[in-house]
């Protein structure tokens, strides 16, 4: 890593060092072509005004920096935090695509480790401070409440489209209807009112009130993973891409995975506020 501070650069600038030479040969990369993400090239590119302004670089060691990263992260002792939705904003969501690790990578962070599981259901289900919302890598993550316009803006609305094609292309692959857009469109609206009577339900439960929702869909036909999967996940998945559905308290145990499904609106009165890209990654 370096870092700088002069005249115009006098905030500070992290980028990698470059990796040396005769260590590039020996490793996979070599005879390949080089594949620079706009990470490398933003860094490259503040590397090389720094010399050509002939600005002092220094160079900050791996101790130095693992200190700095457990410093923000909320993993040095002394920067553990008693609040669950501060530590959710500073580190801009939690993991949680397994119920388990939210709650662990929280307990690492706070100053009484054991209330972790307390605290972050308070949080979630009766404050509603923090939801669970898709957000990078098409993953789970536990976001604060004010938080979920920026995710979703920067990271979530541009799946929604290519989750969409995906779910009516199976529809109309496994024979459940001609027209999958139109049959989908009819399901989401069924199951938003049923869901919006009820404010919370199973997905089992609302594939009993939704008859659409209880087809099922081949998937990986030909694999030693193929299976049959409920349109109702599906469905509810595509709904939550959208913004328009939220997992609340699961059934169960905090290591639970099957989430009762409430509307948006329990968790944000006036829905989710837009918000363009470009200022949501900036």
Not at 239 to 249: F, H, I, N, P
Request: proline share 6%; net charge positive; with cysteine.
């Amino acid at each position: 890593m370096v870092w700088a501070s002069a005249g115009a650069w006098t905030s500070r600038v992290m980028a990698p060092a470059p990796m040396p030479m005769e260590k590039w040969k020996k490793s996979e990369g070599a005879g390949q072509p080089l594949r620079v993400g706009h990470g490398e090239i933003l860094a490259a590119h503040i590397y090389l005004r720094l010399l050509e302004d002939d600005v002092a670089v220094g160079r900050i060691s791996d101790d130095e920096r693992r200190a700095r990263l457990g410093v923000c992260h909320h993993l040095k002792p002394a920067s553990r935090h008693s609040d669950v939705t501060t530590l959710a904003g500073d580190l801009v969501g939690l993991h949680g695509s397994d119920p388990a690790s939210v709650f662990l990578s929280t307990a690492a962070r706070l100053r009484e480790p054991s209330g972790a599981v307390v605290a972050l259901e308070r949080a979630l289900y009766d404050d509603r401070r923090l939801v669970r919302t898709l957000c990078m890598r098409r993953t789970m993550f536990v976001v604060p409440v004010n938080l979920v316009p920026v995710v979703q803006a920067a990271c979530t609305d541009p799946l929604v489209a290519g989750e969409r094609r995906r779910l009516v292309r199976m529809i109309e692959a496994n024979g459940i209807s001609v027209d999958g857009e139109r049959w989908l469109r009819e399901a989401e609206a069924k199951t938003m009112v049923e869901l919006s009577a009820r404010g919370e339900a199973t997905g089992a439960e609302l594939s009993k009130a939704v008859p659409e929702l209880r087809e099922q869909l081949s998937v990986g036909e030909g694999k030693t993973w193929a299976a049959k999967v409920g349109v109702v996940t599906r469905v509810l998945f595509l709904l939550a891409t959208e913004q328009r559905v939220v997992r609340g308290r699961p059934k169960g145990s905090w290591t639970s995975s099957q989430y009762r499904w409430s509307p948006i609106e329990a968790w944000l009165p006036a829905g989710v506020p837009s918000m363009e890209p470009d200022e949501a990654r900036a």
